[in-house]
């Protein structure tokens, strides 16, 4: 099963919308402050990324790190109730 996180916060140039719901691909926190960034499969091809303290950095690769702060993972007693009626459905509980 793929993680996924609820944005529940719209970015500001609109990568993520609130109430969406997109895949968790890797998650990192390299910038001094401690910020936890998501991979949620977007790209970008700027030279830079900017963490949300303000901090510039080159970037690595085309993955466009967006603050964690903007999503939440779904309540995993959902997850976990989802999963036992897929077994349950399927015979394998």
């Avoid at 993680?3 to 529940?8: F, P, Q």
């Avoid at 390299?30 to 700027?46: E, H, K, L, P």
């Avoid at 967006?66 to 995993?76: Q, W």
Wanted: with cysteine; aromatic share 8%; proline share 2%.
């Amino acid at each position: 099963m793929m993680s996924e996180v609820v944005c529940i916060k719209t970015h500001s140039q609109g990568i993520v919308k609130e109430g969406e719901i997109y895949p968790l691909l890797d998650t990192r926190a390299d910038c001094s402050c401690g910020a936890t960034m998501y991979d949620i499969g977007a790209t970008n091809n700027a030279m830079y990324q900017t963490c949300w303290c303000g901090k510039e950095s080159i970037r690595k690769s085309k993955t466009w790190w967006l603050d964690s702060r903007l999503f939440a993972i779904p309540n995993l007693e959902e997850i976990y109730g989802e999963l036992h009626l897929e077994e349950a459905q399927n015979g394998t509980h």
